[in-house]
């Protein structure tokens, strides 16, 4: 009920293609944040590390989008969109080839000397039939896409998501129980393979502000492994603003042994939409903004990074007038950068 928006099929595709691109041809990408006044028209850099580590993605849609705006002579819709592509975002790594895609990401990442922020997202019975339905066919499958994704890291930098709405899924009633048992062990599983890697960080998603039962997620997350995780995760693909996400994680990390989370930033600048259809106010919502900037500077010991998880621009699924779940979505990435005017 909160992510449904990495539509699968092209956007996987896209996915795999770039991350061979990647992983054959190099990264096109600076690594060392030098002045972008000095850039070619159409290039991406990547941020200061020391503020903000994550790997910028040279190929993402956002960066394509800027150099067909350049390449029309559309010089404002190119500057305002660049903001969206100088961020690092989240690459959500498909079903097909995920050792190939986290290979691909995390080796120009570490070109670049960045990490790669990767979102894993796979879960047999996703998303409850809604439109990001689907995952992996069975336990075994899942298992198995997992060591993949394992294989693809390796020994290089990654942050990894995992598994937006999976436990919360379940605390709300909307994944049937008879899959709860499975579902528990196969996300203590994938913690237990990502944290063997040497340097793969992993985030369980816990839900968002939203949700305001803490007390009723807390159990679940254990039981999933999150003890067993560098932290959890907050408000991914969703709008709830970071104050509020700030106090719903620090709720969950006093129930928790202090864990600390990440807040996914990337379209709550204007906080969550109130307006039209209660069920479908996630989905696409108009007049909403980009949020902070992803960095690990938050001045909150709790808080280890601001992430854009979800990546701005892409659309939730086919409402509102917006194109199939993560979809490339020009004229909704120009309202984020207008702050939603």
Not at 31 to 45: A, I, L
Not at 156 to 175: K, N, Q, W
Not at 185 to 198: E, Q, R, V, Y
Not at 273 to 294: F, I, K, S, V
């Amino acid at each position: 009920m909160d992510v449904r928006d990495e539509g699968w099929g092209p956007r996987a595709a896209a996915a795999a293609a770039v991350g061979a691109a990647l992983l054959l041809a190099g990264c096109s990408s600076a690594g060392n944040g030098e002045d972008r006044k000095e850039r070619p028209s159409g290039t991406v850099t990547q941020q200061p590390k020391a503020s903000d580590p994550f790997w910028v993605n040279p190929e993402g849609n956002a960066a394509r989008q800027v150099a067909a705006y350049e390449k029309a002579g559309r010089a404002a819709e190119a500057d305002r969109i660049r903001r969206i592509a100088e961020q690092p975002t989240g690459e959500w790594i498909g079903p097909e080839n995920p050792a190939q895609e986290a290979r691909g990401f995390t080796e120009a990442a570490a070109r670049a000397d960045r990490t790669a922020l990767l979102v894993l997202y796979n879960i047999p019975h996703r998303d409850c039939g809604q439109f990001s339905q689907g995952g992996a066919a069975d336990g075994g499958a899942y298992r198995a896409w997992i060591d993949g994704v394992a294989r693809g890291i390796g020994d290089r930098r990654a942050m990894v998501v995992l598994e937006p709405d999976a436990v919360l899924h379940m605390v709300d009633g909307c994944t049937p129980a008879e899959f709860h048992e499975e579902r528990y062990d196969l996300l203590k599983g994938a913690i237990t393979t990502l944290k063997a890697l040497k340097n793969a960080k992993v985030y369980l998603d816990a839900g968002n502000a939203g949700w305001q039962h803490a007390d009723r997620i807390f159990e679940p997350l254990q039981r999933a492994g999150v003890e067993q995780a560098d932290g959890f995760a907050v408000n991914v693909s969703n709008f709830y603003s970071t104050q509020d996400s700030t106090g719903y994680g620090k709720q969950l990390s006093a129930r928790i042994g202090g864990k600390p989370f990440v807040i996914d930033t990337s379209r709550n600048g204007n906080g969550p939409y109130t307006g039209g259809d209660p069920q479908e106010r996630w989905c696409n919502p108009p007049g909403r903004a980009l949020g902070e900037a992803p960095t690990t500077d938050t001045a909150d010991p709790l808080v280890d990074a601001y992430l854009w998880v979800k990546r701005p621009g892409e659309s939730d699924g086919t409402c509102k007038g917006g194109p199939k779940a993560g979809q490339w979505w020009p004229s909704y990435a120009l309202d984020l950068t207008d702050g939603g005017s």
